[in-house]
Nanobody, 123 residues
């Protein structure tokens, strides 16, 4: 099982990035997916989650209205569109696959994790 994130990089405050998470064939089926992040010196935290059919989403308050999670099951890919980026969004962003089909915001509810992609927002 593999989850591979891409799309991170350096961007100025106010800018946008789109992260992608490519999953091994079949891994997305029946699973909610999530994005988490870990800033330097901080614990990993929930960012966003989407149900396995993509019909419902949920976000951390800190990113609500700025980030959008989506998925294309036919392409085995989950996305995180990040707009109006702030320096405090700087972190390593991780894609994760849940054991459940519904919205999940706890790390313990996720079974598979990618290695992460670095996002750095300069002021």
């Amino acid at each position: 099982v593999q989850l591979v994130e891409s799309g991170g990089g350096l961007v100025q405050a106010g800018g946008s990035l789109r992260l992608s998470c490519l999953a091994s064939e079949g891994i997305l089926s029946g699973r909610a997916m999530g994005w988490f992040r870990q800033a330097p010196g901080k614990d990993r935290e929930f960012v966003a989650t989407v149900t396995w059919k993509g019909g419902s989403t949920s976000y951390a308050d800190s990113v609500k209205g700025r980030f959008t999670i989506s998925r294309d099951n036919a392409k085995n890919t989950v996305y995180l569109q990040m707009n109006s980026l702030k320096p405090e969004d700087t972190a390593v962003y991780y894609c994760a696959a849940s054991m459940f089909t519904t919205l999940r915001d706890r790390q313990s509810e996720y079974e598979y994790w990618g290695l992460g992609t670095q996002v750095t927002v300069s002021s």
